[in-house]
């Protein structure tokens, strides 16, 4: 199955583009106040979307800002692609970095970033944001920054580490590896780690694009944009069928206040199509 057509029990209605003009969308999430925000990485800024259709700068400069999400108390945690760092902003507007080095090298280039129940944060760290000869760190990693602000490397095997997404029980982590256009499942342990890694699905079909963003819904679902559009695939990993933007999507979030509409970052624009299941919240 390759088409929307095939998404009947899922699809509530046909993708539609709410903003354009934009350099690179990236990061979408979707905020209880709601409105949406998202990153225009190469003009450097957070952009704000409200349903009014209006658009405005939430930051200037952004340090170049890829994946976001919000942690539990509801404060913004970014992945800054070009100053490669994690970074979480405080209610009175302050930045604090979460990770910068691990053992005293610099990280590559944080892309995207999810936040577990307890308040531990996941990202994964490719370096499309850095040159080769800037690098500090010779491998890829995903991590982990626990409640107390540790860092932990917990896999060092991908080639593009990018999307990531917690299955509903927060028993199953799922990354995104865009270099080998497949999605991995580890299963997650009591004290944070990651174990069991496997191919839960492989995009490698003869389409544009490669596993980037990534949302699961509330029935397990996984919504992973990559070839062709965005694949929605079961949580056994059948691939169930692919909603179609007129540019090829990076990211997506699920929003609105009953959380049944993915949002979808696509090159210069941001689509929208409503769902008939619900999103997992991001807080």
């Known amino acids: 199955m390759d088409s929307q057509a095939d998404l ?25 106040d709601g409105y949406l925000l998202f990153s225009d990485i190469p003009a450097n800024r957070i952009v704000k979307w409200t349903p009014d259709g209006k658009t405005e700068t939430f930051r200037e400069p952004s340090g170049n800002s890829n994946g976001l999400t919000y942690d539990r108390a509801g404060r913004l945690i970014a992945c800054e692609h070009g100053n490669r760092r994690v970074s979480r902003t405080e209610p009175d507007g302050t930045i604090t970095v979460l990770a910068e080095r691990y053992n005293e090298k610099r990280l590559n280039s944080p892309n995207d970033v999810v936040v577990k129940s307890d308040g531990s944060i996941y990202f994964t760290d ?51 590896d865009t270099a080998h256009r497949h999605v991995r499942a580890f299963d997650v342990l009591e004290d944070g780690t990651l174990a069991n890694g496997r191919i839960l699905v492989d995009m490698a079909i003869d389409a544009q694009g490669s596993p980037d963003g990534m949302k699961v819904d509330t029935a397990g679902n996984l919504y992973v944009t990559g070839a062709g559009g965005t694949w929605v695939v079961s949580p056994s990993g059948e691939h169930l069928g692919t909603i179609v933007t ?14 049944k509409t993915l ?15 619900e999103g997992m919240k991001t807080f």
């Open 246 to 259: 007129a540019e090829l999507p990076a990211n997506c979030a699920f929003g609105d206040s009953d959380n």
């Open 263 to 277: 949002y979808i970052t696509a090159r210069t624009s941001v689509y929208r199509v409503r769902l008939k299941i």
């Open 8 to 32: 009947a029990d899922i699809l509530a209605g046909e993708p539609e583009r709410i903003a354009t003009g934009f350099q690179f969308t990236e990061g979408p999430v979707w905020h209880s």
């Open 126 to 176: 490719p370096p499309y944001g850095v040159s080769e000869a800037e690098r500090e760190l010779d491998f890829q990693g995903v991590y982990r920054i626990a409640p107390d602000g540790t860092l932990t490397l917990l896999i060092d095997d991908f080639d593009r580490p990018n999307g990531l997404a917690f299955s509903p029980d927060e028993k199953s982590l799922y990354i995104d």
